[in-house]
């Protein structure tokens, strides 16, 4: 067992400097399996070594793939080809990790072998029926808990069908899944989304020479390809720089340099809704890294105001919501949230979890079903809770830039499954940033 971990945040004043913040943790969960399934010997440089990625990582080791330790962000994967697999000798435990178990199932679903995926206790409390019952569709034979979630039992079998499905949510990770299932599928698999989701996957595949085709909102793979090894370029994670993103708005006299930055406009949501705040972001350097776009940003000090969040970008900045909300809680005026019901159901329930922490904070922040209505306010001290939610941690620790007096934040070890990095790049730009076992 991990030790426990709590942050206290001192009264900060403002971040300065230039940082690279770790890999893309969507990406490095893709390089692993992609990699895996390659034929031949894939390079990936820029993983984000952290607990999540490496729960993908360690979980192909189980299935006989041979693939190094990340060092210095670089990784080697010795692909064993589409029918490579073997069958793990245990239980795959996919700790915190929603995208493992999620993107595991459909590649499991077709395998010729059973294997279990377990999960610690916020990811057995996920709802796994998103996956499970679009995968029952394509022939797949999975068993979850009577609730619907981990630990999931999946017997593999060659007889996946591809269907035409459209997803009842916006998820990468459900569309994820099935496109992984449709490379073990007789015939094409499409699957349509209502709003635009993270396309790492069909980037990546199609990196990896199997065709992904996109048609609107509807992508499109066949049974018959095969994945060719190619190398990888992660960049940072914009999840992971958001919290800078929001830190240096909110904080006066700051001026922070963020390198490396993956812009995928499928997850650049987090910087049009700063900017309609009135957030001072400047892209700098856009260029092309390996399929998808990169660019250093530049953040200055701003004056941010409440605004409606637009439903459209809810997908784009959906990880990015409890320090948007931190971002809120500085604005001036109210700030509304809709249509982001999604967020309930994340490693806590992102809506309830961040109210009341505002809440304790001294914000008048009211839940809705499916959102959050936030009046711009003065922060105070106090203690508030993360419920082991790495995003709930670092979002309240940028809170302690506009704080009138020291924030506890407690049960922060998880902040390790995304960003192991996060306090020693906070503090070295000027977040006062204290961690203590408990
Ligand atoms: O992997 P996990 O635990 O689900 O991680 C989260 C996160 O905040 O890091 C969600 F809690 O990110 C998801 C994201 O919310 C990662 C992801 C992906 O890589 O495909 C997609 C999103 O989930 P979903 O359910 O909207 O598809």
Redesign the pocket.
Known sequence: MSTLINFIIQPSDSLNGEIRVPGD???S??SIMLGSLAEGVTHVKGFLNAE?AMSTLKAFRAMGVEITDPVNGEVTINGVGKYGLKAPEKPLDLG????????LSGLLAGQNFECTLTGDE??SS?PMR?VTEPLALMGANIKTQANGSAPLHISGTKKLQGIDYVLP????????CLLLAGIYAIGETKITEPAP??D??ERMLNGFGYSVKRQGSQATINGNGKLTATNIDVPSDI?SAAFFLVGASIARNSDVILRHVGMNPTRTGVIDILKLMGANISILNPRKVGGEPVADLRVISSSLTGINIPERLV?LA??EFPVLFIAAACAKGQTILMGAE?LR???CD?IQVMADGLKTLGIDAQTTADGMIIKGGKIGGGEVVSHG???IAMAFSIAGLRASAPITIQNCTNVN??FPEFRELATSLGLQLQSIEV
């Open positions: 943790k969507s990406m969960h893709r999540d915190n990790s929603g995208t493992s178990m999620r993107l916020s990811l996920r998103r949510m916006a998820s990468a990770q459900v569309k994820s989701t993270r790492h996957t999840s997908p959906i990880d999604e159901v994340k490693e992102r939610d790495h995003r499954t995304s």
